[in-house]
Nanobody
Framework: QVQLVESGGGLVQAGGSLRLSCAAS????????VGWFRQAPGKERDFVAA????????YVANSVKGRFTISRDNAKNTVYLQMNSLKPEDTAVYYC?????????????????WGQGIQVTVSS
């Protein structure tokens, strides 16, 4: 499996931006599809965005479409989640996850490696 570490979270005002990073180590990262999920207090862990192994294909949830963008730099073993026009309802712990096979997936069970999560708080 691949090890994942998220960074870039924090506190931001509504309308602001953050860029989350997911750094990978341990295996050949370019062979993995990667996704971002988020979990607000008392709620399920929901899909946010995913990118395929080479960055040529991506998909974002309707709730963040037009505001969030996922990308990757395989030379740096890193996947990014650019979050713009943030809203208080985007407040959650954000997790990155990786799946062997390299394709896009949107459900938790499709991902075998997970990061520890990072807090994003959007104030109104």
């Amino acid at each position: 499996q691949v090890q994942l570490v998220e960074s870039g979270g924090g506190l931001v005002q509504a309308g602001g931006s953050l860029r989350l990073s997911c750094a990978a180590s341990g295996r050949t990262f370019s062979g993995y599809g990667v996704g971002w999920f988020r979990q607000a207090p008392g709620k399920e862990r929901d899909f946010v965005a995913a990118v395929n192994y080479n960055g040529a294909a991506s998909y974002v949830a309707n709730s963040v479409k037009g505001r969030f963008t996922i990308s990757r730099d395989n030379a740096k073993n890193t996947v990014y989640l650019q979050m713009n026009s943030l809203k208080p309802e985007d407040t959650a712990v954000y997790y990155c996850a990786a799946r062997e096979g390299g394709g896009i997936a949107t459900t938790r069970r499709d991902f075998g490696s997970w990061g520890q999560g990072i807090q994003v708080t959007v104030s109104s």
